[in-house]
C-alpha cells in the first residue's frame, strides 16, 4: 500500500492541526494504520493508530485527550485531529500502515511496513 501524508504546518501553541494520509494500492480491512513522529536524534515515537476494521484506537499517553485518529474507509484516508498543541509536538509526523498488527507490537514502528512521506507539524510558543 502506498501512503500520502499532508497537513502539516505552523500554529501557535494551543491551536490546531488536521493531518490526512490518503492510502492506494491493494489495501485491506485488517489494515493497523496510524501516526508516529520523529524529531531530529531521536526514535520514530508512537502517537495513535486504528484498526481499518474495527475503528478501535490506541494513543500514546501524551497526546490523550488533545489528538483524534480516525479512518475514512470509503476514501481509504486517514486522519488526525490534533488540538491543544504543545511545542513538544513539534515533529515531522508519519503515516504508517501494516497488514496483522498484533495488539503487543501495536506501538512499535517496526511493526509497520508501509509509510508515507513525513509532513512537518511546528508548534511555536
Known amino acids: 500500500v502506498q501512503l500520502q501524508a499532508s497537513g502539516g504546518g505552523l500554529v501557535q501553541a494551543g491551536g490546531s492541526l488536521r493531518l490526512s494520509c490518503a492510502a492506494s494500492g491493494r489495501t485491506s480491512t485488517s489494515y493497523t494504520m496510524g501516526w508516529f513522529r520523529q524529531t531530529p536524534g531521536k526514535e520514530r515515537e508512537f502517537v495513535a493508530v486504528i484498526r481499518w476494521s474495527s475503528g478501535y484506537s490506541y494513543y500514546a499517553d501524551s497526546v490523550k485527550g488533545r489528538f483524534t485518529v480516525s479512518r475514512d474507509n470509503a476514501k481509504n484516508t486517514l486522519s488526525l485531529q490534533m488540538n491543544n498543541l504543545k511545542p513538544e509536538d513539534t515533529a515531522v509526523y508519519y503515516c504508517?500502515?501494516?497488514?496483522?498488527?498484533?495488539?503487543?507490537?501495536?506501538?512499535?514502528?517496526?511493526?509497520?511496513?508501509?509509510w508515507g512521506q513525513g509532513t512537518l507539524v511546528t508548534v511555536s510558543s
Open positions: 504508517a500502515a501494516a497488514n496483522g498488527v498484533i495488539l503487543s507490537q501495536i506501538r512499535i514502528a517496526q511493526a509497520y511496513n508501509s
